[in-house]
């Protein structure tokens, strides 16, 4: 528990609050609160993917604008037949 200070503090306040003793209790707590925080890490990760699939999906997208549709910008003219 002392690796983790975050789950034994949410795993003591919540025996606290509810009355209960903390040394028959904590490890139930723990699982519980381990497992909401693995679930949202899975979660974010999940979002994090979406969104740097979109990012670059979008700049491919500006990027191959740019070359179909820029302008003669240093190149010559063609000339007139």
């Not at 740097?52 to 000339?79: H, S, Y």
Request: glycine content about 12%; proline content about 4%; charged content about 15%.
């Amino acid at each position: 528990m002392d690796t983790c200070p975050f789950i034994q503090f949410c795993d003591k306040s919540r025996c606290e609050f509810a009355g209960a003793d903390y040394q028959n209790h904590r490890g139930v707590g723990s699982v519980a609160v381990g497992i909401l925080q693995w679930r949202g890490v899975k979660w974010g990760s999940t979002a994090q993917l979406l969104t740097a699939a979109m990012k670059t999906a979008a700049f491919i997208i500006v990027v191959g604008a740019c070359f179909l549709l820029g302008g003669t910008c240093g190149r010559q003219p063609r000339a007139p037949r």
